[in-house]
């Protein structure tokens, strides 16, 4: 790049007030490096020699004026002015061929979801060639046309965000507007936690005696509020919050992290069980909170800073089955074009058959799993979403394409967004409407996103030149980072108290009072008919059989039947694991087996026949101690599908129940017909499907058994305890006791 000049570009001009060449670049280098190189005339010197050409400033300039004397003011003068053209030009050369290879590096996925432009061709009645690639650079409507960088590329390989909100797979338009669309209003929110107690090591006698003491006081504390403890300390974690965000309205919560940030998100979404108490007023659009938490559970969500998925299922099938359980029955065939729509807005289309994976399965990278996270909350259609973090792992060029579809979803769905980010961009701050600065749990700031900066300027504290506002507005808070005026450093308010103190004194909380009075007023003067047209599009977006005060989509038998269908997906998604048990129950039927055969047909081998059919019985059971670990981690993943109103967690296990009616079958077969033929047993066929059904029976009880326990214990070191024990209760009480003349030696 620096090794050759500009082609045709007469900007330089050197000023005639030194020797015309350079002492270092002398002209028996120059021809012998022409000797070495005769292919190529731009070899010549350390760039590449232009025309003589007369310049504006300085006359004519020669090639061998310019060999060597880019920047160098040992050779003479240097226009100032042109050299910063050039620079400027550099620059843009550089930026064109960064988005070159970004492009090509996306070339894949864009040929495997290029038919999903003929296929909202057809949806929408438009030809896919004449559309134009639109892209909203601005955060008030104004948009700008986008071409496409890469050379030689289709304009259909651009995916129109807009278009497809505009056509109504999110949600119910009526008149070219979403029907969907109601604010949030809290008052004197103020949200209290237990304080947390020290924790240690646990040694194996502290384990032994929790068992049986204070790990089991705390399960059954847990089921039963007359037992818990009422001395616990309590803590403020986020103080009296008052303030408002209209459909429509974007939110950037900002503060350290530990700050209340998580806290308010939960709150102003109704996620509140985690909590000993919750105060204040909260209402949806003149909705309370207890209507919306009971019947319209799903259009407030909260989407969490840790992606936690099934792993072993992978991208497609993710997407695929949250839209099953949000999509109705009628409406189905719109399934594949919106999980394919979801996964080309993050540029997720080439992981399409990958698992998710986590810490201890192989998937896709920690940004795409973070896209996923994202994804999969689109496609819960809800109205009002908080998103927590949700730029962890991805770049900053993906971050802002992230805020730019958030941006477009809410404007055009008249969606209500909240956001809280660690690292937020200046590009991601101007796409916002208001700003939230919290400093350990208290409200310092209010309001407008572009009036932030300059309260707290106003207030007494320096911003850099370089500084972001997200990363001026966050330091604010912080001790060690934040900086003062020249003469303010006494009289700024420091301490989060009077931080809070000096805003609610301040003109910015006082527009907060109006903001809020406004949007009440607008309420009651049109009737809340947003509301009412929110509830009404809710009910026609259910299927027919669900009830009215449900807050589920589908109904009961199409959960069970989306559960099923994802446990099997589970379960040949882990292949692994399915073979090793299959060769486990294979070596032991054979193993075991033969040290039972050839007994004794008379009475001498009556305790041994016991002692085979018991172990038939004991072997699958222990075997199922696996399920112990998919109930456990499957629980976070369940709670969070409970809160998006995707299923009912009795769905879930249903359908485990469904799903273990063949997969046990299988495995009881197996090892049943190695173990009854292989030790003798008599061979009659009623006898054989006795055995095999009190085997089938007894394992699918001490499965159910194991995840009871996985459903009751609060971590899985809790459940395998438990499980362990009720195991062992169940041999020694089962009956097959070995006798005592068998356990004593014979005497002369």
């Known amino acids: 790049m620096w090794g050759s000049g500009l082609p045709e570009d007469s900007r330089l001009g050197r000023v005639e007030s030194g020797p015309k060449r350079n002492q270092w670049h002398n002209a028996a280098d120059h021809q012998r490096n022409q000797w070495h190189y005769p292919g190529d005339p731009n070899v010549g010197g ?75 061709s057809r949806i929408s009645g438009r030809p896919t060639e004449s559309r134009k690639p639109i892209r909203r650079t601005a955060t008030r409507g104004e948009e700008s046309e986008v071409g496409d960088v890469e050379a030689g590329s289709d304009d259909k390989d651009e995916f129109e965000l807009d278009t497809f909100m505009r056509e109504g797979h999110f949600e119910k338009r009526v008149d070219g507007r ?52 009422k001395n616990s300390q309590m803590r403020t974690l986020i103080n009296g919050f008052t303030g408002v965000v209209r459909d429509g309205e974007m939110m950037l919560v900002l503060g350290r992290p530990g700050s209340g940030c998580s806290t308010f998100l939960k709150a102003v979404s109704n996620n509140r069980e985690g909590y000993a108490e919750v105060t204040g007023d909260v209402s949806y659009g003149g909705i309370p909170a207890a209507k919306q938490k009971k019947m319209y559970r799903g259009e407030v969500n909260y989407n969490p800073e840790d992606d936690v998925h099934f792993a072993t299922l992978n991208v497609w099938k993710t ?60 496609a819960s259609k809800s109205t009002l979403v908080c998103w927590d973090n949700s730029t962890r792992g991805l770049d900053a060029s993906t971050a802002l394409d992230y805020a730019k579809s958030l941006r477009i979803m809410t404007d055009i769905s008249n969606r209500t967004t909240l956001v809280t980010l660690y690292q937020a961009g200046e590009g991601i701050f101007d796409l916002m409407d208001k700003v939230l600065v919290i400093d350990e749990g208290r409200c310092v700031f209010q309001g407008p996103a572009k009036d932030a900066k300059q309260y707290f300027i106003d207030l007494g504290y320096y911003c850099p030149d370089r500084q972001t506002t997200p990363d001026f507005l966050t330091a604010v808070t912080d001790p060690t980072e934040r900086r003062f005026r020249d003469g303010c450093e006494a009289s700024t308010p420091k301490t989060p108290d009077d931080l809070e103190r000096a805003f609610r004194a301040s003109e910015n909380y006082k527009k907060v009072l109006q903001d809020i009075e406004s949007y009440e007023a607008h309420l009651n003067e049109t009737d809340y008919v947003d509301a009412k047209e929110f509830e009404q599009a809710v009910q026609q977006g259910k299927s027919k059989r669900v009830p ?94 409970k809160d998006y109103a995707f299923y009912r967690p009795s769905a879930v296990s249903i359908a485990r129940v469904v799903t273990d009616i063949p997969i046990l079958f299988v495995q009881v077969v197996i090892f049943g017909v190695i173990m009854y033929f292989l030790t003798g047993l008599d061979v009659d066929v009623s006898k054989f499907w006795i055995y095999l059904l009190f085997v089938y029976v007894t394992t699918f009880c001490i499965t159910a058994l194991y995840r009871m326990f996985a459903s009751l214990s609060p971590t899985i070191d809790d459940a395998v305890r438990f499980s362990g024990i009720a195991l062992n209760l169940l041999v020694i009480y089962t009956g097959y006791v070995i006798p005592k003349t068998q356990l004593l030696s014979r005497t002369p």
Not at 630 to 637: E, L, M
Request: aromatic content about 8%.
């Open 46 to 120: 350390l760039h590449a020699p232009h025309e003589p050409e007369e310049d504006e400033s300085s006359g004519t300039s020669s090639a061998d004026d310019r060999d060597g004397t880019w920047g160098e003011s040992d050779v003479g003068g240097l226009n100032q002015r042109m050299a910063m053209e050039d620079c400027e030009a550099l620059r843009r050369n550089l930026t064109n061929l960064s988005r070159t290879r970004s492009q090509l590096s996306r070339t894949k996925s864009r040929q495997e979801t290029g038919s999903l432009y003929q296929t909202l």
């Open 178 to 229: 979403s029907a969907k669309k109601v604010g949030v209003v809290y008052k004197s929110l103020t949200v209290k936690g237990i304080g947390s107690t020290a924790s240690f090591v646990r040694t194996l006698p502290d384990a032994v005696l929790g068992t049986f003491g204070p790990d089991l006081y705390r399960i059954v504390s847990g089921f039963v509020p007359a037992l818990r403890k």
């Open 319 to 378: 997407l695929t089955f949250a839209l099953m359980t949000k999509t109705k029955k009628h409406a189905k065939e719109e399934i594949p074009i919106i999980a394919e729509a979801l996964m080309k807005i993050f540029g997720i289309s080439h992981t399409k058959h990958t698992l998710v994976g986590d810490e201890y399965t192989r998937g896709v990278s920690g940004g795409e799993r973070k896209r996923v996270s994202i994804a999969e909350t689109l």
């Open 548 to 641: 009215k005060k449900s807050s589920y989509t589908v109904s009961f038998p199409r959960q069970v039947w989306a559960c099923t269908l994802r446990e099997f997906w589970l379960i040949f998604g882990d292949t692994t694991t399915l073979y090793t048990k299959l060769f486990i129950i294979i070596s032991n039927g054979l193993i075991v087996g033969s040290l039972f055969y050839g007994q004794p047909l008379n009475t001498e081998g009556a305790f041994s026949r016991g002692g085979s059919a018991f172990f038939s019985i004991l072997f699958l059971g222990w075997l199922q101690l696996t399920e112990l670990m998919k109930a456990v981690s499957g629980r976070a993943v369940v709670a969070r599908h």
